[in-house]
Nanobody, 120 residues
Framework: QVQLVESGGGLVQAGGSLRLSCAVS????????MGWFRQAPGKEREFVATISKSGGNGYYSESVKGRFTISRDNAKNTVYLQMNSLKPEDTAVYYCTANIFRITVDSGYWGQGTQVTVSS
């Protein structure tokens, strides 16, 4: 069983930065593609970023491209999301997900989420 635990959320002013972390249990972290999604109140969960098993390729939604960076440390079983130039519309619960196959919103393993609030 794979368990994911997110951390690093909080309250930040617009223009500020946060770094989210997602620690993954188990010895097969490198077998999983990793991703971040977010869900704002009253909205559906939306894709933010994903990174391949080797960490060589990162893909982003248009809304965060150029501001957010996804990375992973396979030695620490951890994936990160560096968020810069934050905007109030980035306010959401951020979820980490792991999947042996392609990252999708309706499959894989998921963490409990961490709240990010950006004040204007």
């Amino acid at each position: 069983q794979v368990q994911l635990v997110e951390s690093g959320g909080g309250l930040v002013q617009a223009g500020g930065s946060l770094r989210l972390s997602c620690a993954v249990s188990g010895r097969t972290f490198i077998s999983y593609n990793m991703g971040w999604f977010r869900q704002a109140p009253g909205k559906e969960r939306e894709f933010v970023a994903t990174i391949s098993k080797s960490g060589g390729n990162g893909y982003y939604s248009e809304s965060v491209k150029g501001r957010f960076t996804i990375s992973r440390d396979n030695a620490k079983n951890t994936v990160y999301l560096q968020m810069n130039s934050l905007k109030p519309e980035d306010t959401a619960v951020y979820y980490c997900t792991a999947n042996i196959f392609r990252i999708t919103v309706d499959s894989g393993y998921w963490g409990q989420g961490t709240q990010v609030t950006v004040s204007s």
